[in-house]
């Protein structure tokens, strides 16, 4: 099932459409769907895809020179074999061909882990072959820290090659309701807090099944799928992942800033510092500062939080909780999600979600169009979404609640917002539970 996706695949298709030689790069994490793309797109091209792995490289050439002679005379084939990929590379740059060829090298970091210098090859073979041939290269990745090393960084060996890149990033909430149609809204938003938006995680999820049901067999069932993820998305960037679990654990808890992380790990703030770097860098957290803050950078108001809400989830129920559900003690975890699963999580969710509403479809909810959405909050109050543009500002509160009393919640954000030093024309705004299960 192709879903979303539009705008990536009407990249790869003006690639396709040149007169030149393209050179695309595509990289996410793990399950994002970088291969259900690069499927779609190639589907009614001529094109060799090449799915990387960390076996023989001897075989992997094998298996390349196999596709390479679908495009030759059986005569000419028939004993086609070359030494290295450099050599099948050379020969394909110098074939005939009628049309564009696509070709696809997946998961390419591992060709890189099986021959020092790959890229470097590669480069050499790009500048002077391939790049005056009828080729459309697609390199695909899923482990950033390598992707960036071998084609993305500015000292990488393959930089400034690339006509495009593509980083696929997780889908928007609207789209779960695409994977999931016969769910309630509710459900939608408990699946939102819970599995996130990746493709590959909304696709496990059972219909047929509650909730909870779901919970307990894809998630927290020792041998569920779902259940050793969060090691394998770390583990395959980091070798050293005993610090960095931590971190992401304590984050999970709710220890935001960087003083209440180490305080909460014992160690000093500054040990921190290239944990959290790298964990920006890989895409894993985010670091978010008050929306009205003219210097981000410098801010001294910055909080960290998982960008993936699976993995969120993950590290509080599962990782944290490892010695009960491998001896199978499920309903220690379960308890604790019903004390506070929706308190901690889905009202955070409900929050992002309306976020993310409002800047696809400010017209639903402003007069004006925003230049700014984003949360706000200084050493003492806080308020979930400010919204503002050169003349108005509106202060946004969300309350993931049953009968929620407005006007009284209203007022609490009145007086809030005097904090919030501006001369805009002020507005307020309550959005409630209600509100979203019923429009």
Same mark, same amino acid.
């Given at each position: 099932?192709?879903?979303?996706?539009?705008?990536?695949?009407?990249?790869?298709?003006?690639?396709?459409?040149?007169?030149?030689?393209?050179?695309?790069?595509?990289?996410?994490?793990?399950?994002?769907?970088?291969?259900?793309?690069?499927?779609?797109?190639?589907?009614?091209?001529?094109?060799?895809?090449?799915?990387?792995?960390?076996?023989?490289?001897?075989?992997?050439?094998?298996? #390349?020179?196999?596709? @390479?002679?679908?495009?030759?005379?059986? !005569?000419? *084939?028939?004993?086609?074999?070359?030494? /290295? $990929?450099?050599?099948?590379?050379?020969?394909?740059?110098?074939?005939?061909?009628?049309?564009?060829?696509?070709?696809?090298?997946?998961?390419?970091?591992?060709?890189?882990?099986?021959?020092?210098?790959?890229?470097?090859?590669?480069?050499?073979?790009?500048?002077?072959?391939?790049?005056?041939?009828?080729?459309?290269?697609?390199?695909?990745?899923?482990?950033?820290?390598?992707?960036?090393?071998?084609?993305?960084?500015?000292?990488?060996?393959?930089?400034?090659?690339?006509?495009?890149?593509?980083?696929?990033?997780?889908?928007?909430?609207?789209?779960?309701?695409?994977?999931?149609?016969?769910?309630?809204?509710?459900?939608?938003?408990?699946?939102?807090?819970?599995?996130?938006?990746?493709?590959?995680?909304?696709?496990?999820?059972?219909?047929?099944?509650? #909730?909870?049901?779901? @919970?307990?067999?894809?998630?927290?069932? !020792?041998? *569920?799928?779902?259940?050793?993820?969060? /090691? $394998?998305?770390?583990?395959?960037?980091?070798?050293?992942?005993?610090?960095?679990?931590?971190?992401?654990?304590?984050?999970?808890?709710?220890?935001?800033?960087?003083?209440?992380?180490?305080?909460?790990?014992?160690?000093?703030?500054?040990?921190?510092?290239?944990?959290?770097?790298?964990?920006?860098?890989?895409?894993?957290?985010?670091?978010?500062?008050?929306?009205?803050?003219?210097?981000?950078?410098?801010?001294?108001?910055?909080?960290?939080?998982?960008?993936?809400?699976?993995?969120?989830?993950?590290?509080?129920?599962?990782?944290?909780?490892?010695?009960?559900?491998?001896?199978?003690?499920?309903?220690?975890?379960?308890?604790?999600?019903?004390?506070?699963?929706?308190?901690?999580?889905?009202?955070?969710?409900?929050?992002?979600?309306?976020?993310?509403?409002?800047?696809?479809?400010?017209?639903?909810?402003?007069?004006?169009?925003?230049?700014?959405?984003?949360?706000?909050? /200084?050493?003492?109050?806080?308020?979930?979404?400010?919204?503002?543009?050169?003349?108005?500002?509106?202060?946004?509160?969300?309350?993931?609640?049953?009968?929620?009393?407005?006007?009284?919640?209203?007022?609490?954000?009145?007086?809030?917002?005097?904090?919030?030093?501006?001369?805009?024309?002020?507005?307020?705004?309550?959005?409630?539970?209600?509100?979203?299960?019923?429009?």
């Amino acid at each position: 099932m192709f879903i979303n996706r539009h705008d990536e695949l009407k990249v790869l298709q003006d690639e396709y459409q040149k007169s030149t030689a393209t050179f695309s790069v595509i990289y996410g994490r793990r399950r994002v769907g970088k291969t259900a793309l690069i499927s779609e797109y190639i589907q009614d091209k001529n094109h060799i895809y090449i799915y990387a792995t960390e076996g023989n490289i001897k075989e992997q050439l094998r298996g #390349f020179t196999k596709q @390479i002679k679908k495009f030759l005379d059986p !005569k000419i *084939a028939k004993n086609l074999a070359f030494e /290295n $990929f450099v050599d099948a590379f050379e020969f394909l740059a110098d074939l005939e061909l009628s049309s564009k060829l696509v070709l696809v090298i997946d998961e390419y970091q591992n060709l890189c882990k099986l021959e020092q210098g790959f890229s470097s090859s590669l480069q050499r073979v790009w500048d002077l072959y391939l790049s005056r041939s009828k080729i459309h290269l697609i390199l695909c990745g899923s482990v950033l820290s390598m992707m960036h090393s071998e084609v993305l960084a500015y000292n990488a060996p393959l930089y400034g090659r690339r006509t495009t890149n593509i980083h696929l990033k997780s889908l928007h909430f609207q789209y779960i309701a695409t994977f999931l149609p016969s769910l309630s809204k509710e459900d939608l938003m408990n699946i939102y807090a819970s599995f996130g938006t990746i493709p590959k995680y909304l696709n496990e999820y059972d219909d047929s099944k509650n #909730f909870q049901e779901n @919970i307990v067999q894809k998630i927290l069932d !020792k041998n *569920a799928y779902l259940y050793s993820e969060g /090691n $394998f998305l770390l583990k395959q960037e980091i070798s050293d992942a005993g610090n960095y679990f931590a971190i992401l654990e304590s984050i999970s808890k709710g220890n935001t800033k960087v003083g209440s992380i180490a305080s909460n790990l014992s160690k000093p703030s500054t040990f921190l510092t290239p944990y959290l770097q790298k964990l920006l860098e890989l895409d894993i957290l985010t670091r978010e500062v008050p929306v009205t803050e003219k210097n981000p950078l410098k801010s001294k108001l910055g909080r960290y939080k998982i960008k993936d809400k699976f993995l969120n989830f993950w590290f509080y129920y599962v990782y944290k909780n490892y010695n009960y559900l491998e001896v199978n003690q499920v309903d220690v975890v379960l308890d604790e999600l019903a004390l506070n699963f929706n308190d901690r999580f889905v009202s955070f969710a409900f929050e992002d979600y309306v976020l993310e509403d409002m800047l696809l479809n400010y017209k639903k909810y402003f007069s004006f169009r925003p230049h700014k959405i984003g949360r706000w909050w /200084n050493n003492k109050e806080e308020i979930d979404i400010v919204a503002f543009d050169d003349d108005h500002i509106c202060f946004i509160e969300c309350k993931w609640q049953n009968k929620v009393n407005k006007d009284s919640v209203k007022e609490e954000l009145i007086q809030k917002s005097s904090i919030v030093k501006h001369t805009k024309k002020s507005s307020f705004l309550v959005v409630t539970k209600e509100d979203y299960l019923n429009c």
